[in-house]
């Protein structure tokens, strides 16, 4: 039977003694597009901080091929950050720098490779997302889409079995977003990728998403888990709403 490349165990988030989220358990399995969904403030992207190792929780566990980063440590810490990539919702491109110079930049802290090798594993890496030819521009000089095109290659740079999104359709017009739709399902079925992605947008998550969590803040946790199309029936009021897009009703 598969392991999960991801467990996520009783984790409890919050700052300064208040609780956000209390006891989030789910799994998630390896090649999976796997997506955590929820209103604005339900606590998505808190989720994913916690997952990446940005925020230490209140409790709880995050297992990432099968070690703990909430515990982890010094070397087996740092093996645990480089076996997984992550963009941000801005891209968070440095703007002084070409394309090609942020791609390199895991290669140069990571790895031993000298200049060349680095920058050929950039330009493949550029390749891949269908980015060929703008090695040399800034970030500046690229539309959103092609931004987040670059930060994707950038999580790539050291061949991580995980990529962790946080809301990459964000900003983009329908055709740029189902573009990025298309490479994220394109590199999950041809490198094995695992992608864990934060979005609310329905039209993504309908068209890529193999398993999605729905977050609820008023629940503080976890309301409903499944396939996107399953969840759209879901018994819950709170979800159907949700995946219907339909309006609050005045009380």
Same mark, same amino acid.
Request: hydrophobic share 45%; with cysteine.
């Given at each position: 039977?598969?392991?999960p +490349?991801?467990?996520v165990?009783?984790? *409890?988030?919050?700052?300064g003694?208040?609780?956000?989220?209390k /006891?989030?358990?789910?799994?998630?399995?390896?090649?999976?597009v796997f $997506?955590?969904?929820?209103?604005?403030?339900?606590?998505?992207?808190t989720?994913?901080?916690?997952?990446i190792g940005?925020?230490e929780?209140m409790a709880?566990? $995050?297992l990432?091929?099968g070690? /703990?980063?909430?515990t982890?440590?010094g070397?087996?810490?740092?093996?645990?950050?480089?076996?997984?990539g992550v963009?941000y919702q801005?891209?968070?491109?440095?703007g002084?720098? *070409?394309?090609l110079? =942020?791609?390199?930049? !895991?290669?140069?802290e990571? *790895?031993?490779?000298?200049? %060349?090798a680095?920058?050929? $594993?950039?330009?493949?890496k550029?390749?891949l997302?269908?980015l060929a030819?703008?090695?040399?521009?800034?970030?500046?000089?690229?539309?959103?889409?092609m931004?987040?095109?670059?930060?994707?290659?950038?999580a790539?740079?050291?061949?991580?079995?995980?990529?962790f999104? %946080?809301?990459?359709?964000?900003?983009l /017009? !329908?055709v740029?977003?189902?573009?990025? @739709?298309?490479? +994220?399902?394109?590199?999950?079925?041809n490198?094995g990728?695992?992608? $864990?992605?934060?979005?609310?947008?329905?039209a993504?998550?309908f068209a890529?998403? /193999?398993r999605?969590?729905?977050? @609820?803040?008023?629940?503080?946790?976890?309301?409903?888990?499944g !396939? !996107?199309?399953?969840l759209? %029936?879901?018994?819950?009021p709170?979800?159907?709403?949700?995946f219907?897009r339909e309006? =609050?009703?005045p *009380?």
């Amino acid at each position: 039977m598969e392991r999960p +490349i991801i467990e996520v165990t009783g984790l *409890t988030m919050g700052y300064g003694g208040k609780t956000l989220l209390k /006891d989030v358990t789910f799994q998630v399995m390896p090649g999976e597009v796997f $997506v955590i969904l929820g209103g604005s403030g339900s606590g998505k992207s808190t989720i994913l901080k916690h997952m990446i190792g940005l925020y230490e929780p209140m409790a709880g566990h $995050v297992l990432i091929h099968g070690r /703990d980063i909430v515990t982890a440590e010094g070397r087996e810490r740092r093996e645990i950050l480089r076996s997984f990539g992550v963009t941000y919702q801005a891209g968070a491109l440095f703007g002084s720098m *070409t394309i090609l110079e =942020n791609v390199c930049l !895991p290669l140069e802290e990571f *790895t031993g490779l000298p200049k %060349d090798a680095r920058e050929a $594993v950039a330009r493949l890496k550029l390749k891949l997302v269908g980015l060929a030819g703008v090695e040399e521009k800034l970030p500046s000089e690229l539309s959103g889409g092609m931004q987040k095109r670059a930060a994707i290659a950038r999580a790539m740079a050291l061949d991580p079995a995980i990529l962790f999104l %946080d809301e990459p359709q964000a900003g983009l /017009d !329908p055709v740029t977003s189902a573009g990025l @739709d298309e490479l +994220i399902l394109t590199l999950s079925k041809n490198l094995g990728i695992t992608f $864990v992605m934060v979005s609310h947008e329905l039209a993504s998550v309908f068209a890529i998403a /193999d398993r999605a969590i729905m977050v @609820d803040g008023k629940a503080q946790g976890i309301i409903a888990e499944g !396939p !996107p199309k399953e969840l759209r %029936d879901h018994a819950d009021p709170r979800v159907r709403q949700f995946f219907n897009r339909e309006a =609050n009703r005045p *009380t």
